[in-house]
């Protein structure tokens, strides 16, 4: 028994691990596509096929900051299970029943908040992935329409 949850704290670790790494790579990829639409437009007088550009940078510009609310839910959720593992640690060393009942009344309201966090990164995880998906979208179809307008004159 011991043994499976110490297989499943790794398993959960490296998923963890492997979610953040997904985060900061989407943060970082939004970050340079914005950066490279800003010096594509650099000089460019209004016209109404920028609007295409203005949703992408949008969405990209939105996946950037729930990608960075995925992250500070993570960090309240790490510190969170390291608080359930020290209630846990305090129940098996607590003998005396009125510390008991406290300390699996915090516990189960931790636990609940963890599963409550779990919910809430995994909301962040698909929304930031859309809104990435999104803007990418939303920019191919303004530089090839860009590029007919060009090709047109």
Same mark, same amino acid.
């Given at each position: =028994?011991? *043994?499976?949850?110490?297989?499943?704290?790794?398993?959960?670790?490296?998923?963890? *691990?492997?979610?953040?790494? !997904?985060?900061?790579?989407? $943060?970082?990829?939004?970050?340079?596509? &914005? #950066?490279?639409? $800003?010096?594509?437009?650099?000089?460019?007088?209004?016209?109404?096929?920028?609007? @295409? @550009?203005?949703?992408?940078?949008?969405?990209?510009?939105?996946?950037?900051?729930? #990608?960075?609310?995925?992250?500070?839910?993570?960090? !309240?959720?790490?510190?969170?299970? =390291?608080?359930?593992? +020290?209630?846990?640690? #305090?129940?098996?060393?607590?003998?005396?029943?009125?510390?008991?009942? &406290?300390?699996?009344? =915090?516990? $189960?309201?931790?636990?609940? +908040?963890?599963?409550?966090? +779990?919910?809430? *990164?995994? #909301?962040? @995880? &698909?929304?930031?992935?859309?809104?990435?998906?999104?803007?990418?979208?939303?920019? $191919? &179809?303004?530089?090839?329409? *860009? =590029?007919? @307008?060009?090709?047109?004159?």
């Amino acid at each position: =028994m011991e *043994e499976l949850n110490k297989f499943h704290l790794d398993l959960s670790d490296k998923s963890k *691990e492997y979610q953040v790494r !997904y985060v900061y790579y989407v $943060v970082a990829l939004c970050t340079s596509a &914005i #950066g490279y639409a $800003v010096y594509r437009t650099t000089g460019h007088s209004f016209s109404p096929i920028l609007i @295409l @550009l203005l949703l992408a940078l949008v969405c990209l510009g939105l996946s950037i900051h729930i #990608g960075l609310l995925f992250l500070r839910k993570t960090i !309240y959720t790490i510190d969170t299970e =390291m608080k359930f593992v +020290q209630l846990q640690k #305090g129940l098996e060393n607590n003998p005396d029943s009125d510390g008991k009942k &406290i300390l699996t009344k =915090m516990s $189960v309201d931790t636990e609940f +908040q963890l599963w409550k966090n +779990q919910l809430m *990164e995994r #909301g962040y @995880l &698909i929304w930031q992935s859309r809104l990435f998906l999104y803007g990418i979208i939303l920019f $191919v &179809i303004w530089h090839l329409t *860009e =590029m007919y @307008l060009i090709a047109s004159k």
